[in-house]
């Protein structure tokens, strides 16, 4: 059973930046491929963008402003996110599926974080 923790939420100012950190334990961390999806209120959760040991992913409206990374010997995946805006703001959570290849479908992932809430002020 592999249990997620988001972190690193806050509010930010539209063109600035912030880390947010997705922590992992109870599982063989490097077996996992990571994703990180949003959700804002009334809308469905979004994918943002997925990393494995194949493939890494992004949603076209983060692309070139999105990074994400991911360091198994600290059972961590990361996501850097740059020239925020106030769209990106949301509810972010981490998931973790088995096996080698990065998933943009939310349902490819058996384990979900409690998320952590990114506010952009324009």
């Known amino acids: 059973q592999v249990q997620l923790v988001e972190s690193g939420g806050e509010l930010v100012q539209a063109g600035g930046s912030l880390r947010l950190s997705c922590a992992a334990s109870?599982?063989?961390?490097?077996?996992?491929?990571m994703g990180w999806f949003r959700r804002t209120p009334g809308k469905e959760r979004e994918f943002v963008a997925a990393?494995?040991?194949?493939?890494?992913l992004y949603a076209d409206s983060v692309k070139g402003r999105f990074t994400i990374s991911r360091d198994n010997a600290k059972n961590s995946a990361y996501l850097q996110m740059n020239r925020l805006k106030a769209e990106d703001t949301a509810v972010y959570y981490c998931?973790?599926?088995?096996?080698?290849?990065?998933?943009?479908?939310?349902?490819?992932?058996?384990?979900w974080g409690q998320g952590t809430q990114v506010t952009v002020s324009s």
């Open positions: 998931a973790a599926a088995s096996g080698n290849f990065a998933h943009s479908q939310a349902i490819r992932y058996g384990y």
């Open positions: 109870g599982g063989t961390f490097s077996s996992y491929a």
């Open positions: 990393t494995g040991r194949i493939s890494t």
